[in-house]
């Protein structure tokens, strides 16, 4: 049975190593959903996180085609309830709709975002949560009418106290300084 499942691999920061990642995807006719790559915690080593939408195995499959990859130390794979996880979401709408009524400012409210920029032209809008709170945001904002929207790919900690990577390292003696 398919489920969302988030990947994270832990890697330096090499030219050509995103490329090699998702050609692995590619092979095995896994689609990606959303793919953030950012610095870790630990001096170094950069995070990728990566969701689809797949079976168990499949996911453990990947995963370990993941961990082959010479750039990578380490892959992890988790469910959504062991991770804590959010997204990001801008929107672009007319000052004018603003202005001209308070439903921009009651649905904003509403759905805990916030507004980041007016100008006389087009006000932005921030919402911080997940896929489907930013989409509910997005549905009620195209009513009025949105310019611009877009949306980050996951960000995800786990729930689990001990940390997989720095645990994993020092097994290995492999924590930098």
């Known amino acids: 049975m398919k489920e969302t499942f988030t990947i994270t691999a832990f890697s330096e920061n090499h030219i050509g190593?995103?490329?090699r990642i998702t050609i692995i995807f590619t092979r095995r006719r896994v689609n990606i959903d959303t793919?953030?790559?950012s610095p870790s915690a630990i001096k170094g080593v950069h995070k990728f996180t990566i969701t689809v939408f797949e079976t168990h195995e499949?996911?453990?499959?990947v995963v370990k085609q993941i961990d082959k990859v010479v750039d990578?130390?380490?892959a992890f794979y988790h469910t959504d309830d062991e991770i804590i996880f959010q997204e990001l979401a801008l929107y672009k709408v007319s000052t004018d709709i603003l202005l001209n009524s308070n439903q921009v400012e009651n649905i904003v409210r509403k759905s805990s975002g916030r507004i980041v920029e007016v100008t006389p032209t087009y006000t932005v809008i921030e919402k911080m949560g997940t896929a489907e709170e930013t989409q509910e945001l997005f549905e009620e904002l195209n009513k009025l009418g949105i310019l611009q929207f877009t949306r980050?790919?996951?960000?995800a900690v786990t729930r689990l106290s001990e940390e997989l990577l720095h645990?994993?390292?020092?097994?290995?003696?492999?924590?930098?300084k």
């Open 58 to 61: 499949m996911v453990e499959k």
């Open 17 to 19: 190593l995103l490329n």
């Open 35 to 37: 793919l953030t790559v």
């Open 72 to 74: 990578v130390i380490k």
């Open 152 to 155: 980050s790919g996951r960000i």
């Open 167 to 176: 645990n994993f390292l020092k097994e290995r003696n492999l924590l930098w």
